[in-house]
């Protein structure tokens, strides 16, 4: 509560415990700006809602590698 996603996502990537899990940013924000900044925090994809659940699982199988 009363983090914003790229902090959580930054909190993810600084602890050795979570810092590979990979994380995806859906969101209504779709600036170049937000993107880089999501990208920077450690994001893998970002993808703008409404979420189009194709791209959504190509992404997620891409991730996993399969």
Request: glycine fraction near 4%; charge should be positive.
């Amino acid at each position: 509560p009363k983090m914003k996603g790229r902090a959580v996502c930054a909190a993810l990537k600084e602890d050795p415990l979570t810092k590979d899990i990979p994380v995806i940013f859906l969101t209504y924000k779709n600036s170049s700006d937000d993107v880089q900044a999501e990208m920077a925090a450690g994001a893998v994809v970002h993808i703008q809602k409404p979420v189009d659940f194709n791209l959504l699982y190509r992404e997620i199988q891409k991730i996993l590698g399969s």
